[in-house]
């Protein structure tokens, strides 16, 4: 699943994914945040329905990461208040900048599973050392994709050796569809010493 893989996907507008607004677990994670100020990426951006909720509420240091400029123009015609210098067009895999916060939706299922342990390993490198990872992964089973399901057993052995488990539960206000087939999470950078 190339850049041409998705680029196809976004010029056919099949991108079911989109659920059109900011994820009732993501919101709720959001608003609780006191801190304004932090760097937050969020990668496999699409519609960036998260980015613009952050924007909006205030997180001025928030930045995407999106591998096709198509789905990046359909996310600008949308909502053009958003920054374009916080707009990083291409490979999440090649990201060269630090946050505090990554917020997770729809993306990890997007990558192929073969990827799972360097997108773990990547999210820790590109934490800062206080840094999390919080968001949604799909808990079904790992058959075929995009979207790619998992396990908690599964997910565990990919981001223990970088991250602290702290919540790994079922979302209890997942959308419709979703329901009962999400984990929310929340991984703290381990911190070496
Ligand atoms: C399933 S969609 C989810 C989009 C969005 N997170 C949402 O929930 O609506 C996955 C997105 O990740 C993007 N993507 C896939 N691989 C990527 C990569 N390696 N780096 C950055 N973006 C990527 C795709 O273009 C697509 O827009």
Not at 94 to 119: G, K, M, N, W
């Amino acid at each position: 699943m190339d850049k041409s893989f998705w680029d196809s996907r976004w010029e056919n507008a099949e991108t079911g994914w989109d659920i059109g607004g900011v994820s009732a677990p993501l919101k709720a994670y959001i608003d609780q945040l006191e801190n304004k100020t932090i760097r937050i990426l969020v990668p496999g951006c699409g519609n960036a329905h998260e980015a613009e909720y952050l924007w909006e509420n205030g997180f001025k240091n928030t930045w995407i990461v999106e591998i096709s400029q198509l789905a990046i123009d359909s996310f600008r015609k949308r909502y053009p208040a958003f920054p374009v210098e916080q707009i990083i067009q291409g490979d999440f895999f090649d990201v060269d900048a630090h946050f505090d916060l990554v917020l997770e939706q729809t993306f990890f299922c997007a990558i192929h599973p073969s990827r799972r342990a360097d997108y773990a390993a990547k999210m820790s490198e590109i934490l800062e050392p206080s840094g999390k990872l919080v968001g949604l992964l799909f808990d079904f089973p790992l058959e075929s994709g995009p979207p790619f399901g998992g396990s908690e057993a599964e997910y565990r052995t990919y981001f223990e050796p970088f991250f602290i488990i702290k919540r790994m539960e079922r979302a209890h206000n997942s959308i419709k569809p979703r329901y009962g087939r999400e984990l929310f999470i929340q991984f703290d950078k381990k911190t070496t010493d």
